[in-house]
């Protein structure tokens, strides 16, 4: 069966696609530090912020629409937990801070804050984007290995890319029977079907974690997780980061000042 | 000839109570191929999973003159390889070479060597290229013999593999048969294609309910048919016509 996968366009080839996964990650972490601490009120910090987002998109040759159709996908949820802030009303705001409309108070302040919030998630999850998209989900998680991230969390998300589609699969293989015999059922009974159909998922994801992990014990696995390392980082490699790190954080500094 | 397994009085229960083997009593000679017949639920996987420890029943099992007990587990481990039924509870890594070098890496081998053996075993199921591929991008017969690789890496004495047949296309199944044929260890292989299983193994056990009910050179056991019959399984009609005639 077909699916999306999130390293879609990881197979191109560019500059940016060719870095080392720990130059990336550790310029997408930094990247998304300077975002969030930079004040809300710079606009013009996250205009530059964004100019730099687009030119790593350029370079990485992944279409603009690519990244701007899973943003959409994202942003959505952010700016549904910020959507309530101008509501909360603030101490040490005047009357001439807030406006009503439809007879609701909304606080401007607040406003600044969804505003804020609404730039600076966009940004970061567009590196995150952008990230994901030129580097091999496995090669990203080597990167994260060698940047000694938590070898259980790695694992996880390992077993995660891994076992995402298969589980996939089987929901569509079940949804598939179940279409096949639900001749225009009711609703009610379909809503019914569907629970069942996520508890027998339930089990049958519990019952393959204990096959594989058969599997791992019986090639030896004891709780120690082996791998093996790789080449070092290239001079590619520093120029991108020095550059990366130059440019973003001068952008930092002149938002604050 | 000295033997790879000794099996005596074997039992297992499942957790639920019921019992799954119930006094099981088998040897395997070291280099001779063992089939493992049965109908379903007769306890065929349950059997293979004491092979390597994964399950602990009752019972004494010998693994080339290793008794099966905590102690011994991770030399056992490192003698049984068990190749399972679905590749997708083998093939747990993110690209097709971690799951191969998952093995030998647990044994501690030096990074050459694991790099070595990975390639070695992957060219041995013809699947060398593939290394960097993830195992949701393969197909199914290209997973199973991924699958088979991530064994052979780990360069088992016994070789012990469940329905290593199933879902395969005749020429995908023709081509795993080729393969199995050019390993040469001990192997024991449990599996409904009693055609497979008549082509590669001397000697072949009939499982049912827990119990062995027959071993013997597999001619023999898959060509008597009231045998056969009555423990639902059926003579392949190959082996039929061999010997009409």
Same mark, same amino acid.
């Given at each position: 069966?077909?699916?999306?996968?999130?390293?879609?366009?990881?197979?191109?080839?560019?500059?940016?696609?060719? *870095?080392?996964?720990? #130059?990336?990650?550790?310029?997408?972490?930094?990247?998304?530090?300077?975002?969030?601490? #930079?004040?809300?009120?710079?606009?013009?910090?996250?205009?530059?912020?964004?100019?730099?987002?687009?030119?790593?998109?350029?370079?990485?040759?992944?279409?603009?629409?690519?990244? *701007?159709?899973?943003?959409?996908?994202?942003?959505?949820?952010?700016?549904?937990?910020?959507?309530?802030?101008?509501?909360?009303?603030?101490?040490?705001?005047?009357?001439?801070?807030?406006?009503?409309?439809?007879?609701?108070?909304?606080?401007?302040?607040?406003?600044?804050?969804?505003?804020?919030?609404?730039?600076?998630?966009?940004?970061?999850?567009?590196?995150?984007?952008?990230?994901?998209?030129?580097?091999?989900?496995?090669?990203?998680?080597?990167?994260?290995?060698?940047?000694?991230?938590?070898?259980?969390?790695?694992?996880?998300?390992?077993?995660?890319?891994?076992?995402?589609?298969?589980?996939?699969?089987?929901?569509?293989?079940?949804?598939?029977?179940?279409?096949?015999?639900?001749?225009?059922?009711?609703?009610?009974?379909?809503?019914?079907?569907?629970?069942?159909?996520?508890?027998? *998922?339930?089990?049958?994801?519990?019952?393959?974690?204990?096959?594989?992990?058969?599997?791992?014990?019986?090639?030896?696995?004891?709780?120690?997780?082996?791998?093996?390392?790789?080449?070092?980082?290239?001079?590619?490699?520093?120029?991108?980061?020095?550059?990366?790190?130059?440019? #973003?954080?001068?952008?930092?500094?002149?938002?604050?000042? | 000839?000295?033997?790879?397994?000794?099996?005596?009085?074997?039992?297992?229960?499942?957790?639920?109570?019921?019992?799954?083997?119930?006094?099981?009593?088998?040897?395997?000679?070291?280099?001779?191929?063992?089939? %493992?017949?049965?109908?379903?639920?007769?306890?065929?996987?349950?059997?293979? $999973?004491?092979?390597?420890?994964?399950?602990?029943?009752? /019972?004494?099992?010998?693994? @080339? /003159?290793?008794?099966?007990?905590?102690?011994?587990?991770?030399? %056992?481990?490192? &003698?049984?390889?068990?190749?399972? +039924?679905?590749?997708?509870?083998?093939?747990?890594?993110?690209?097709?070479?971690?799951?191969?070098?998952?093995?030998?890496?647990?044994?501690?081998?030096?990074?050459?060597?694991?790099?070595?053996?990975?390639? !070695?075993?992957?060219? +041995?199921?013809?699947?060398?290229?593939?290394?960097?591929?993830?195992?949701?991008?393969?197909?199914?017969?290209?997973?199973?013999?991924?699958?088979?690789?991530?064994?052979?890496?780990?360069?088992?004495?016994?070789?012990?593999?469940?329905?290593?047949?199933?879902?395969?296309?005749?020429?995908?199944?023709?081509?795993?048969?080729?393969?199995?044929?050019? %390993? &040469?260890?001990?192997?024991?292989?449990?599996?409904?294609? $009693?055609?497979?299983?008549?082509?590669? @193994?001397?000697?072949?056990?009939?499982?049912?309910?827990?119990?062995?009910?027959?071993?013997?050179? &597999?001619?023999? %056991?898959?060509?008597?048919? !009231?045998?056969? !019959?009555?423990?639902? $399984?059926? &003579?392949?009609?190959?082996?039929?016509?061999? @010997?009409?005639?």
């Amino acid at each position: 069966m077909q699916h999306g996968f999130i390293d879609k366009y990881s197979d191109r080839h560019s500059p940016i696609h060719s *870095l080392d996964p720990r #130059t990336k990650l550790i310029c997408l972490l930094t990247f998304v530090v300077l975002v969030v601490t #930079t004040p809300n009120r710079a606009v013009g910090a996250f205009g530059l912020f964004g100019m730099v987002i687009l030119l790593t998109v350029i370079l990485s040759r992944i279409p603009l629409r690519y990244v *701007l159709k899973r943003l959409g996908l994202i942003v959505p949820f952010v700016l549904l937990t910020a959507a309530f802030l101008p509501l909360v009303h603030r101490p040490e705001s005047g009357p001439g801070d807030s406006l009503i409309v439809w007879g609701v108070t909304i606080d401007r302040a607040g406003l600044l804050l969804v505003q804020g919030a609404a730039v600076k998630s966009a940004l970061a999850v567009s590196a995150m984007i952008v990230l994901t998209a030129s580097t091999r989900f496995p090669v990203l998680l080597q990167g994260m290995e060698r940047l000694r991230a938590p070898k259980v969390l790695v694992m996880i998300l390992s077993f995660m890319y891994r076992y995402i589609f298969v589980i996939i699969d089987e929901v569509m293989r079940m949804q598939r029977a179940e279409a096949s015999r639900a001749a225009g059922g009711r609703t009610w009974r379909r809503v019914r079907a569907a629970g069942t159909m996520i508890g027998s *998922l339930f089990i049958r994801t519990y019952e393959r974690a204990e096959r594989v992990y058969q599997s791992m014990n019986s090639r030896g696995f004891d709780g120690d997780i082996c791998t093996m390392h790789r080449p070092a980082l290239s001079t590619g490699d520093l120029l991108f980061v020095v550059l990366f790190l130059g440019g #973003t954080i001068t952008v930092r500094l002149w938002g604050a000042a | 000839m000295t033997d790879a397994v000794t099996i005596r009085d074997l039992f297992y229960d499942y957790p639920d109570g019921r019992s799954a083997l119930a006094g099981v009593d088998l040897r395997v000679a070291a280099g001779e191929t063992m089939g %493992i017949v049965g109908p379903n639920g007769a306890g065929k996987t349950t059997l293979l $999973l004491h092979l390597n420890g994964i399950l602990t029943g009752r /019972g004494v099992i010998n693994i @080339c /003159g290793m008794r099966m007990e905590k102690r011994n587990l991770k030399a %056992i481990r490192r &003698t049984v390889g068990l190749v399972f +039924q679905d590749p997708d509870d083998q093939l747990f890594s993110a690209t097709v070479f971690d799951d191969v070098a998952f093995g030998p890496l647990n044994m501690d081998l030096a990074p050459d060597e694991v790099a070595y053996r990975a390639r !070695e075993a992957l060219r +041995q199921v013809q699947m060398s290229g593939y290394e960097q591929n993830s195992p949701h991008h393969l197909s199914f017969g290209e997973r199973k013999r991924a699958a088979i690789a991530t064994i052979l890496s780990m360069d088992p004495e016994i070789l012990v593999l469940d329905e290593p047949t199933s879902n395969l296309d005749p020429r995908q199944r023709r081509n795993l048969i080729g393969l199995l044929h050019g %390993i &040469t260890v001990t192997k024991i292989i449990a599996s409904h294609d $009693l055609g497979m299983i008549a082509e590669l @193994c001397g000697r072949t056990a009939l499982l049912n309910g827990g119990r062995i009910i027959a071993v013997g050179e &597999t001619a023999a %056991i898959l060509g008597d048919r !009231e045998l056969m !019959e009555a423990n639902g $399984l059926e &003579t392949p009609p190959g082996l039929l016509l061999r @010997c009409q005639s």
